[in-house]
């Protein structure tokens, strides 16, 4: 049974950093694309950044581009996502997602779209702010 778990999250001023880490257990994480997802207050989750299981096709929302920076380490079982120059408009609720591969055209593939994904972690919170 794949668990996630995120962590990483915090307070920070404007123009910090994160990283934030989803670690996997259960099955080996390598077999999964990777999503992570913010739901800032009142609002829907929406997609900021995903990696497929090869590792080798990444995507980021408009909004991440240029300032975060997603990544997996699967000797460790983890999907990382490196928060630079961050702003109070990226304060919210992060949470990673997985898919098994077998449910995608491809191991190069992911989404930023939150229906595709079968499990998710349980958030860490990102509070930008000072």
């Known amino acids: 049974h794949l668990q996630l778990v995120e962590s990483g999250g915090g307070l920070v001023q404007p123009g910090g950093s994160l990283k934030l880490s989803c670690a996997a257990s259960?099955?080996?994480?390598?077999?999964?694309?990777v999503g992570w997802f913010r739901q800032a207050p009142g609002k829907e989750r929406e997609g900021v950044s995903c990696i497929s299981s090869s590792g080798g096709s990444t995507k980021y929302a408009d909004s991440a581009k240029g300032r975060f920076t997603i990544s997996r380490d699967n000797a460790k079982n983890t999907v990382y996502l490196q928060m630079n120059s961050l702003k109070p408009e990226d304060t919210g609720v992060f949470y990673c997602a997985a898919i098994n591969f077998r449910w995608v055209p491809s191991i190069d593939y992911c989404s930023a779209s939150r229906d595709e994904y079968h499990h998710w972690g349980q958030g860490t919170q990102v509070t930008v702010s000072s």
């Open positions: 259960g099955i080996t994480l390598d077999s999964y694309a």
